[in-house]
């Protein structure tokens, strides 16, 4: 009974650290992203500084004024973009993997029940029609489902490139890195 297991928790165990390889990587681009940001937060800072300086008028003080939050908010604005996008990429990534797993597993066991049903007695055809309809159409569901999901997170990307288009002045995204093996 041992090495019939030992296969499936060797084979989750594996599963795991791939996983935690992804999420560590993750960590590493949004921390990565932060500092980046606030080089760029810091070099806004000293420039709107010197600006300040420079003002003689109350006039130019109210534009210098919107002009500075305006940036302030572009700024913002690129940075949280970014930081959506490192979000997505990441749930992009998770979602591969766990489709990778999960297809693994889904095919097994439809495997296995095409395996019993063969093995099932005689006079139980209708039954075993019942369920090879039953589980046809789970996969068609799931295969629609996956579409659905797709469309969305293609959706999503396109919001984000336009947000970022009138973003001028942000951190850039870190390089993306493999998750470690």
Do not use: C, W, Y
């Not at 139980?124 to 629609?144: D, F, H, P, R």
């Amino acid at each position: 009974m041992q090495n019939q297991i030992k296969p499936q928790v060797e084979a989750s165990m594996q599963a795991a650290f791939e996983l935690a390889n992804l999420s560590f990587a993750q960590v590493e681009r949004i921390t990565e992203l932060t500092l980046e940001q606030a080089k760029v937060n810091a070099e806004l800072a000293q420039d709107q500084l010197a600006s300040v300086l420079d003002v003689k008028d109350p006039t130019a003080a109210i534009e210098l004024l919107k002009a500075q939050l305006e940036t302030s908010a572009k700024s913002l604005a690129g940075f949280a973009a970014t930081a959506f996008e490192l979000g997505q990429q990441f749930q992009a990534e998770a979602a591969a993997f766990a489709e990778g797993h999960f297809d693994q597993a889904h095919a097994a066991a439809n495997k296995a029940i095409i395996d019993n049903l063969k093995k099932a007695p005689e006079g139980s055809e209708a039954a075993v029609q019942a369920v090879k309809t039953a589980v046809e159409a789970g996969n068609k569901a799931l295969a629609e489902a996956r579409k659905n999901a797709k469309k969305t997170a293609e959706l999503a990307q396109e919001g984000i490139a336009k947000l970022k288009e009138h973003a001028p002045k942000v951190a850039k995204a870190p390089v993306r890195r493999k998750a470690r093996a």
